[in-house]
């Protein structure tokens, strides 16, 4: 059964930074793509990153651009999204997913089948 669980949400002031995690079970890096998305109140849910380890691709929007960086531990079976220069606009909750499809990954939210609960970012001014 293929499980995702995110943490390392919270609260931080504007230009701080936080990293978020996301537990993976049930599959491996190899065979699946992992995307970051994250959906701020009264809007819809957005593509942040995503990475396809088979093949190295990493994909940022282009408001996260320079500032956000994913990253896989397979020792560890986590999925990483270090987060820098935090912005009130960042504000959201932050969803970890996973699809069967190991390569080219995009940051498309309707290619991604299994998703975690989401974890809450909040960056005050």
């Known amino acids: 059964e293929v499980q995702l669980v995110e943490s390392g949400g919270g609260l931080v002031q504007a230009g701080g930074s936080l990293r978020l995690s996301c537990a993976a079970s049930g599959f491996t890096f190899e065979a699946y793509s992992i995307g970051w998305f994250r959906q701020a109140p009264g809007k819809e849910r957005e593509g942040v990153s995503c990475i396809s380890e088979s093949d190295a691709i990493t994909h940022y929007a282009d408001s996260v651009k320079g500032r956000f960086t994913i990253s896989i531990d397979n020792a560890k079976n986590m999925v990483y999204l270090q987060m820098n220069s935090l912005k009130p606009g960042n504000t959201a909750v932050y969803y970890c997913?996973?699809?069967?499809?190991?390569?080219?990954?995009?940051?498309?939210?309707?290619?991604?089948?299994?998703w975690g609960q989401g974890t809450q970012v909040t960056v005050s001014s």
């Open positions: 997913a996973s699809v069967d499809y190991g390569h080219r990954c995009k940051v498309l939210k309707g290619l991604y089948r299994y």
